[in-house]
């Protein structure tokens, strides 16, 4: 088995008042991954900041 490779994410738990935002996922190619709850996050960039990788998702 070779090395595997690593890639680095992040993911925002986001509450407001009793509320949690979550987003939900459109159809996939893989059924497993079709309108399945997420929180918002995804891969950090080369020189990008992990607080800056969540942040970008929201405007």
């Known amino acids: 088995m070779g090395e ?29 991954l079709s309108y399945k709850f997420e929180f918002p996050g995804g891969k950090i960039r080369n020189l990008t900041v992990p607080f800056d990788s969540v942040f970008v998702l929201i405007p």
Request: glycine share 4%; charged share 30%.
């Open 4 to 32: 595997m490779k690593i890639i680095e994410v992040v993911a925002a738990v986001i509450k407001f008042k009793n509320n949690f935002f979550c987003v939900q996922r459109g159809e996939h190619k893989y059924d497993y």
